[in-house]
């Protein structure tokens, strides 16, 4: 929303001062006619429409012919083209958001809430998302052969078409994306797509000359493209061969429009979603749609529809800023946006005509450079929301919040003294040590290192760890996990701030959440700065489980949230400032490219064990329930998998994991399995338990699983289950006794629905992603 404003702030000033300059630079105009005429004398294409509109002062150019088959026609600035993929984005996106506005479509479900034979064969994970932004991992187009023809034997080709690999993991463009998208619209709006995004998008806006199957009486300003397979020259009738088998209504192409409707389609989009007063879709809608939604660990950088950095980015030209956005179209057909400037570039052409010949492509680039050069008194250069470029040989991934305090030169640390809480999770996506990188930054004096539990360097296990000097900057290295919990005042009193860069797992006993706390309060009392270097959350960040409310606050639950809370090490920093009422002054230095659902692995980011028996994103995932367990029984500490299996010496492992396969647990499976942990609870003794087997690790509920074993425990083991231990960490009495009492796991969850809807509410509040 706040750059929404921006951008609309822009616009006013832009426009404000528009009147102290010339609308477009001359010899840029003049630049772009030339370079359209020299392509036009080379019959490629035979015509083209241009026009480039800046801050509401518009330029259009038309040059050479609209068809040459069976008679010349000369191009005019009226004529209608075959937009090919520009229907993705200007029919059918626009459809599925302004359903998506109205709460008809949620863009985080599975296709298949709406398409319900869209399952089997890894359809199942695929979401709207990734159809919008061609990361479903389908194959581009449906094939020819064997011959087939209707809407309907399109669409179940489409939805029996099987991805080539998981969602989310690479970019492709794909036709069969927008083709299932289109058939979404339909089966949620009641309305074919065509109806509803005339009644939705192009009437609101007055584009009058936009349409599917265009009428008999349109003919004659339509450009023709190529002969279709009986040689009948296409005018007015569908290029793409997939939709025309389908009856020239589709998702992916079909829709034919002029460079004037487009102008106003763009002027929407930039307008934040309304025009002359028509509102077509919100402010936080556009904003999704133009800036990057694709993984952090996807090379390609694509909004919703809208293309921003990929290989189908020539429109961009050299000169536009990389954070502007458009789309292509098969035929010749491009539109590009650049928020920052208030500027769009139409181009319009028939490419294929009348041969099925030619190529724009470079054509595009020529285009979008010289438009850009056409606007005067905008510094492209420097664009403050331009995207980093990206190198080819760089690995893509998520940035936690060091990596983004390094891209920009420690700037929100600049001559500060900083005292560093930390410890070896600190670190950037290079696995280079926090400590290291603000010891040697030029831009900060780093004056203190504070250490957490496990210690500096995460490789303590035990109750107290006492004050040290770190070895390689000789900085001292403070305790919060000995004497005190808390930095003391007379180690902060040489300190303009406090730093915290410490990895979380999502869990609300998980103890370095309580060190944030502590610290964050301290800071506050001594009046310094709290920053958080923010990391993502392992186990993501849209799952909450778990009773929200505890019956005290102790270091193992420093704050009324959920066990598994859904969130990250700032948003968590923010609540706790703002309902504690502490009073710091917090920054949160922010994630960059982090989704909410994205698990660990999707990051793109090194795994760095966050203490000694955390040693994967599994046990991480399993640890909110498991954990709930390790004071009663062996939780697989000292064993080379902690948390992925769990048992004790009286356990018969046979009958146990049977008792838990008959409970159904959602994405979740156990094996039998006899063990002898070196460590904890039952050292050094043999004990028959279970392995934990992830199944489906969105459909896991941890928490409930790990009361659910509780039960178990308790029906089979009465007298040698310590079920009282199991109070420690949950830290619900009412819970306790519904597990005593042998409830139902299903039940015993549902009871604390109430708190985590409650919690909910507070968490939408400090959301940060």
């Given at each position: 929303?706040?750059?929404?404003?921006?951008?609309?702030?822009?616009?006013?000033?832009?426009?404000?001062?528009?009147?102290?300059?010339?609308?477009?630079?001359?010899?840029?105009?003049?630049?772009?006619?030339?370079?359209?005429?020299?392509?036009?004398?080379?019959?490629?294409?035979?015509?083209?429409?241009?026009?480039?509109?800046?801050?509401?002062q518009t330029q259009t150019l038309v040059k050479g012919a609209r068809a040459l088959v069976p008679v010349r026609e000369e191009m005019t600035a009226d004529t209608i083209f075959d937009a090919a993929s520009l229907t993705k984005?200007?029919?059918?996106?626009?459809?599925?958001?302004?359903?998506?506005?109205?709460?008809?479509?949620?863009?985080?479900?599975?296709?298949?809430?709406?398409?319900?034979?869209?399952?089997?064969?890894?359809?199942?994970?695929?979401?709207?998302?990734?159809?919008?932004?061609?990361?479903?991992?389908?194959?581009?187009?449906?094939?020819?052969?064997?011959?087939?023809?209707?809407?309907?034997?399109?669409?179940?080709?489409?939805?029996?078409?099987?991805?080539?690999?998981?969602?989310?993991?690479?970019?492709?463009?794909?036709?069969?994306?927008?083709?299932?998208?289109?058939?979404?619209?339909?089966?949620?709006?009641?309305?074919?797509?065509?109806?509803?995004?005339?009644?939705?998008?192009?009437?609101?806006?007055?584009?009058?000359?936009?349409?599917?199957?265009?009428?008999?009486?349109?003919?004659?300003?339509?450009?023709?493209?190529?002969?279709?397979?009986?040689?009948?020259?296409?005018?007015?009738?569908?290029?793409?061969?997939?939709?025309?088998?389908?009856?020239?209504?589709?998702?992916?192409?079909?829709?034919?429009?002029?460079?004037?409707?487009?102008?106003?389609?763009?002027?929407?989009?930039?307008?934040?979603?309304?025009?002359?007063?028509?509102?077509?879709?919100?402010?936080?809608?556009?904003?999704?749609?133009?800036?990057?939604?694709?993984?952090?660990?996807?090379?390609?950088?694509?909004?919703?529809?809208?293309?921003?950095?990929?290989?189908?980015?020539?429109?961009?030209?050299?000169?536009?800023?990389?954070?502007?956005?458009?789309?292509?179209?098969?035929?010749?057909?491009?539109?590009?946006?650049?928020?920052?400037?208030?500027?769009?570039?139409?181009?319009?052409?028939?490419?294929?005509?009348?041969?099925?010949?030619?190529?724009?492509?470079?054509?595009?680039?020529?285009?979008?450079?010289?438009?850009?050069?056409?606007?005067?008194?905008?510094?492209?250069?420097?664009?403050?929301?331009?995207?980093?470029?990206?190198?080819?040989?760089?690995?893509?991934?998520?940035?936690?919040?060091i990596d983004v305090l390094q891209r920009d030169d420690f700037a929100a640390l600049k001559d500060l003294r900083v005292g560093l809480i930390t410890n070896h999770t600190g670190m950037n996506v290079q696995r280079e040590n926090?400590?290291?990188?603000?010891?040697?930054?030029?831009?900060?004096?780093?004056?203190?290192?504070?250490?957490?539990?496990?210690?500096?360097?995460?490789?303590?296990?035990?109750?107290?760890?006492?004050?040290?000097?770190?070895?390689?900057?000789?900085?001292?290295?403070?305790?919060?996990?000995?004497?005190?919990?808390?930095?003391?005042?007379?180690?902060?009193?040489?300190?303009?701030?406090?730093?915290?860069?410490?990895?979380?797992?999502?869990?609300?006993?998980?103890?370095?959440?309580?060190?944030?706390?502590?610290?964050?309060?301290?800071?506050?009392?001594?009046?310094?700065?709290?920053?958080?270097?923010?990391?993502?959350?392992?186990?993501?960040?849209?799952?909450?489980?778990?009773?929200?409310?505890?019956?005290?606050?102790?270091?193992?639950?420093?704050?009324?949230?959920?066990?598994?809370?859904?969130?990250?090490?700032?948003?968590?920093?923010?609540?706790?400032?703002?309902?504690?009422?502490?009073?710091?002054?917090?920054?949160?230095?922010?994630?960059?490219?982090?989704?909410?659902?994205?698990?660990?692995?999707?990051?793109?980011?090194?795994?760095?064990?966050?203490?000694?028996?955390?040693?994967?994103?599994?046990?991480?995932?399993?640890?909110?329930?498991?954990?709930?367990?390790?004071?009663?029984?062996?939780?697989?500490?000292?064993?080379?998998?902690?948390?992925?299996?769990?048992?004790?010496?009286?356990?018969?492992?046979?009958?146990?994991?049977?008792?838990?396969?008959?409970?159904?647990?959602?994405?979740?499976?156990?094996?039998?399995?006899?063990?002898?942990?070196?460590?904890?609870?039952?050292?050094?003794?043999?004990?028959?338990?279970?392995?934990?087997?992830?199944?489906?690790?969105?459909?896991?509920?941890?928490?409930?699983?790990?009361?659910?074993?509780?039960?178990?425990?308790?029906?089979?083991?009465?007298?040698?289950?310590?079920?009282?231990?199991?109070?420690?960490?949950?830290?619900?009495?009412?819970?306790?006794?519904?597990?005593?009492?042998?409830?139902?796991?299903?039940?015993?969850?549902?009871?604390?629905?109430?708190?985590?809807?409650?919690?909910?509410?507070?968490?939408?509040?400090?959301?940060?992603?």
């Amino acid at each position: 929303m706040r750059a929404m404003l921006k951008t609309l702030c822009c616009y006013l000033s832009l426009t404000l001062t528009l009147a102290a300059q010339t609308a477009f630079d001359p010899a840029g105009l003049k630049e772009m006619d030339q370079l359209i005429a020299k392509a036009v004398a080379k019959k490629n294409p035979n015509g083209a429409v241009v026009l480039l509109e800046h801050c509401g002062q518009t330029q259009t150019l038309v040059k050479g012919a609209r068809a040459l088959v069976p008679v010349r026609e000369e191009m005019t600035a009226d004529t209608i083209f075959d937009a090919a993929s520009l229907t993705k984005v200007v029919a059918t996106l626009p459809s599925v958001m302004i359903l998506a506005d109205q709460g008809k479509i949620d863009i985080e479900a599975p296709v298949s809430r709406y398409l319900k034979e869209f399952v089997g064969e890894g359809r199942d994970l695929i979401c709207v998302r990734h159809l919008l932004t061609h990361t479903s991992g389908l194959k581009p187009g449906i094939p020819r052969e064997p011959e087939w023809t209707g809407y309907a034997e399109g669409i179940r080709r489409a939805t029996s078409s099987v991805p080539e690999g998981p969602p989310n993991s690479f970019f492709r463009y794909s036709d069969v994306n927008f083709i299932l998208l289109g058939e979404v619209v339909q089966r949620v709006s009641g309305k074919k797509l065509d109806v509803f995004a005339q009644d939705m998008v192009f009437k609101p806006l007055k584009m009058t000359s936009t349409r599917f199957t265009p009428p008999a009486d349109w003919r004659s300003r339509i450009a023709p493209t190529e002969r279709d397979e009986l040689g009948q020259m296409l005018r007015g009738v569908v290029h793409d061969p997939t939709s025309r088998r389908m009856g020239g209504v589709t998702g992916h192409a079909g829709l034919f429009t002029t460079a004037a409707d487009l102008a106003r389609y763009a002027r929407m989009i930039l307008g934040g979603g309304q025009l002359d007063g028509a509102r077509v879709l919100t402010t936080e809608t556009i904003q999704k749609m133009q800036t990057v939604q694709t993984a952090a660990t996807v090379f390609e950088r694509r909004g919703l529809g809208w293309d921003i950095d990929s290989s189908y980015s020539r429109p961009r030209g050299e000169v536009f800023p990389l954070g502007s956005f458009g789309h292509t179209g098969f035929t010749g057909t491009s539109l590009w946006m650049d928020p920052a400037s208030q500027s769009f570039v139409v181009f319009l052409s028939s490419r294929l005509h009348p041969e099925g010949g030619g190529s724009v492509r470079d054509l595009y680039e020529l285009v979008g450079t010289a438009a850009a050069k056409c606007i005067p008194g905008f510094d492209f250069k420097n664009v403050a929301d331009a995207l980093p470029k990206r190198d080819e040989k760089e690995v893509p991934t998520v940035l936690n919040g060091i990596d983004v305090l390094q891209r920009d030169d420690f700037a929100a640390l600049k001559d500060l003294r900083v005292g560093l809480i930390t410890n070896h999770t600190g670190m950037n996506v290079q696995r280079e040590n926090t400590i290291d990188l603000l010891h040697e930054s030029k831009e900060v004096k780093l004056v203190a290192l504070f250490s957490p539990e496990h210690g500096i360097r995460g490789e303590l296990d035990q109750e107290k760890i006492t004050d040290s000097k770190d070895k390689k900057t000789g900085l001292p290295v403070y305790s919060l996990y000995g004497e005190t919990r808390s930095p003391k005042p007379e180690h902060l009193k040489d300190l303009d701030a406090l730093v915290f860069d410490i990895q979380d797992i999502g869990c609300r006993f998980y103890t370095y959440i309580s060190t944030l706390r502590l610290s964050m309060e301290a800071a506050a009392k001594a009046g310094k700065k709290f920053i958080v270097l923010d990391r993502v959350n392992p186990i993501t960040g849209v799952q909450v489980e778990g009773p929200a409310v505890v019956d005290e606050e102790k270091f193992t639950a420093t704050h009324a949230i959920p066990i598994r809370h859904g969130m990250t090490v700032g948003e968590l920093a923010k609540m706790m400032n703002t309902e504690r009422k502490i009073g710091a002054d917090l920054q949160v230095i922010r994630c960059e490219g982090w989704k909410r659902d994205l698990h660990y692995d999707e990051t793109g980011l090194p795994w760095q064990n966050p203490s000694p028996n955390m040693r994967s994103p599994e046990a991480a995932l399993l640890y909110p329930g498991v954990g709930l367990l390790e004071f009663s029984i062996s939780v697989g500490r000292g064993t080379e998998t902690p948390f992925q299996v769990l048992g004790a010496p009286y356990v018969n492992d046979l009958r146990l994991a049977y008792e838990l396969n008959k409970l159904g647990l959602p994405g979740l499976r156990f094996v039998p399995v006899k063990f002898k942990p070196t460590a904890s609870v039952f050292k050094d003794e043999q004990c028959g338990g279970v392995r934990l087997i992830i199944t489906d690790r969105d459909a896991l509920e941890p928490v409930a699983a790990g009361v659910a074993i509780g039960v178990t425990f308790q029906k089979l083991y009465p007298s040698s289950f310590a079920l009282s231990k199991v109070g420690t960490l949950l830290n619900h009495a009412k819970l306790l006794e519904q597990i005593k009492a042998g409830r139902d796991w299903r039940s015993i969850a549902e009871s604390w629905a109430a708190e985590t809807a409650a919690f909910e509410v507070r968490r939408a509040a400090v959301l940060l992603y």
